[in-house]
């Protein structure tokens, strides 16, 4: 238990440190405007940029993240001012509220079901070579690099090895859950529409959201773009710290995306909010540097995707060029099956529809509805009653008026409803699974029952009731995760359990591939969780491997 605490806080520092060294290139001394949450929010995204240039030369093991990590903290704490630090935003209530919550939650959780499948494999290959042309060829899955495996594989340090890379999606509940939670507790942040969204969001993702294993790196992308649709709002309210607020809508936008492709609907507001800007003749180069640096990343991760498949987006074979040696025809049909049917429950079906017939005309619905009913229903009443709840709790305050009308506020509205019915669109046509429709139904209701509040009132006023409703929240959470606890294997270790699978090796070629080979006979002990590089679940079936220029390529 003492380690998971030690490893958990120092990771936390050194991300800290890294956003701190980040922000300043941003920001300069203004760096004094953000929060404690928000600058390490920008460290995980800093960090994750220092992957994709340096994986281009370097393996990311243990001791390559350990000299990095200990030149940005050193960067933070000798270079900069110590004023400067001290005058960043550091609320204690918060941080011990949200590290609470999420070290419970993070004591013995279960590992998610993908995590054997590709998210270890793929963080086993990023710290054990350079960047491998081909490496989708092993498996598809690898086709999509999301940038939150790259973030996660930073966290391999020594001493605390694949331990620490278990703790990325832990580290950025506790920031989501600390950012929310400071933004409660200021006063000036009261009778706004962001903070009506925070207010909602914050118990359903206390409430829906309490294991940290259920949703692998969706619940990333999700927050993520959560956190930008919330910065979103605020540019339209008179409170709002413009440039500040525009940065970390652009920087957590784009993030999203490189995260899980199902947040591209952001991009939509994206350019409308560049054209309404460019209208009102903003001056875009207060924010060159933020611009600068994202055009970077998305290249830098262009090329990854496209080194990995030979396509710069893997599902898109127009963004793929042929010519190259590792270019795989079929890796796009593999994809296809593996977000389309599949996400549309095909393999619950029992009928004579073959797999192409069933994803045609809707034929897919009927056993997609009774796959995902039960999950649906839970997760729209842990939207709706918290949300009813806070109605009822500040019915007085509805004739109250005393929440000034929001500027542009027409246009905020459409820019949402085009977020919206965009993101769910391409949610419900393409990829069904709940947890990747999640914040566009989430945003939805929420927007649905705020127009009804705008309706029969032009204000809505949240007062301090709320905090009753939220200590019943984290008991929920906390409850159900001290019974997980208490069910799960009595012994002294507090980590994720992760399988040590046999393997057999075979020769390709120059090369030896590993691959599983357990005595014991489950799906789980066929795949390559922290096998070494080169592990693939195919035993090498049609691969062929070579090396130039020190670099892997893998051909299929």
């Known amino acids: 238990m003492i380690s998971l605490i030690l490893y958990f806080t120092t990771l936390v520092l050194i991300i800290f440190c890294s956003g701190l060294v980040f922000s300043y290139f941003l920001v300069g001394k203004n760096v004094s405007k953000y929060d404690f949450f928000e600058i390490s929010l920008l460290g995980i995204i800093s960090h994750t940029f220092l992957t994709l240039l340096i994986h281009l030369f370097l393996p990311l093991d243990e001791y390559t993240n350990f000299i990095f990590s200990l030149i940005l903290v050193s960067i933070a704490l000798f270079i900069f001012k110590k004023e400067i630090i001290n005058k960043i935003n550091l609320e204690k209530i918060p941080i011990i509220i949200s590290f609470v919550i999420v070290f419970i939650m993070t004591i013995k959780y279960k590992l998610n079901e993908d995590y054997g499948l590709y998210h270890l494999p793929y963080i086993v290959n990023f710290i054990s070579e350079k960047v491998v042309f081909g490496l989708s060829n092993l498996q598809p899955q690898f086709a999509w690099n999301s940038?939150?495996?790259?973030?996660s594989a930073t966290l391999n340090l020594p001493l605390?090895?694949?331990?620490?890379?278990?703790?990325s999606n832990s580290i950025l509940y506790f920031l989501f859950l600390g950012l929310v939670l400071n933004r409660i507790f200021d006063k000036n942040e009261k009778n706004q529409l962001s903070y009506f969204f925070l207010v909602s969001l914050?118990?359903?993702i206390v409430i829906k959201y309490s294991r940290i294993s259920e949703h692998g790196f969706d619940l990333p992308a999700n927050l993520f773009l959560l956190i930008s649709v919330y910065f979103f709002i605020r540019l339209f309210e008179k409170n709002s710290n413009f440039d500040k607020d525009l940065s970390l809508f652009f920087i957590f936008a784009i993030f999203s995306i490189t995260i899980k492709l199902n947040t591209i609907v952001i991009l939509i507001n994206l350019f409308l909010l560049f054209l309404f800007l460019a209208k009102k003749k903003y001056q875009f180069t207060k924010v060159y540097k933020v611009i600068a640096f994202v055009s970077v990343f998305i290249l830098l991760w262009f090329v990854q995707q496209f080194i990995y498949s030979s396509c710069f987006i893997p599902f898109l074979e127009i963004t793929c060029i042929k010519s190259t040696e590792w270019f795989n025809p079929s890796l796009?049909?593999?994809?296809?099956?593996?977000t389309g049917s599949v996400n549309k429950s095909y393999w619950q079906y029992k009928g004579d529809l073959s797999e192409e017939e069933f994803v045609k005309n809707f034929n897919w619905l009927t056993t997609w509805f009774n796959r995902n009913k039960i999950e649906i229903a839970e997760n729209l009443l842990a939207i709706l009653l918290p949300l009813t709840i806070l109605i009822i709790i500040n019915l007085n305050n509805l004739k109250k008026n005393t929440i000034k009308k929001l500027k542009y506020n027409k246009i905020l509205n459409l820019y949402l409803?085009?977020?919206i019915s965009s993101g769910l669109l391409l949610w419900f046509f393409k990829s069904p699974v709940?947890?990747?429709?999640?914040?566009?139904?989430?945003t939805s209701i929420f927007f649905l029952i705020f127009k009804i509040l705008k309706y029969y009132s032009n204000s809505f006023e949240i007062n301090n009731k709320i905090l009753y409703f939220f200590i019943l929240s984290i008991m929920?959470?906390?409850?159900?995760?001290?019974?997980?606890?208490?069910?799960?294997?009595?012994?002294?270790?507090v980590w994720p359990k992760m399988i040590?699978?046999?393997?057999?090796?075979?020769?390709i070629g120059e090369y030896y591939i590993n691959y599983p080979n357990s005595k014991i006979k489950s799906t789980q002990h066929n795949l390559c969780w922290s096998i070494q590089f080169i592990c693939d679940i195919n035993k090498g079936t049609n691969i062929e491997i070579k090396k130039k220029g020190n670099y892997f390529i893998i051909i299929k």
Not at 147 to 151: A, C, D, G, I
């Open 147 to 151: 940038t939150w495996l790259n973030f």
């Open 160 to 167: 605390m090895n694949l331990r620490g890379t278990q703790l």
């Open 202 to 204: 914050l118990f359903y």
């Open 332 to 338: 796009i049909e593999s994809l296809k099956s593996l």
């Open 417 to 419: 409803l085009i977020l």
């Open 434 to 442: 709940y947890r990747f429709g999640m914040p566009y139904i989430f």
């Open 476 to 493: 929920f959470n906390l409850g159900k995760n001290i019974s997980r606890i208490i069910d799960s294997d009595f012994n002294e270790n």
């Open 500 to 507: 040590n699978v046999e393997y057999s090796t075979k020769q």
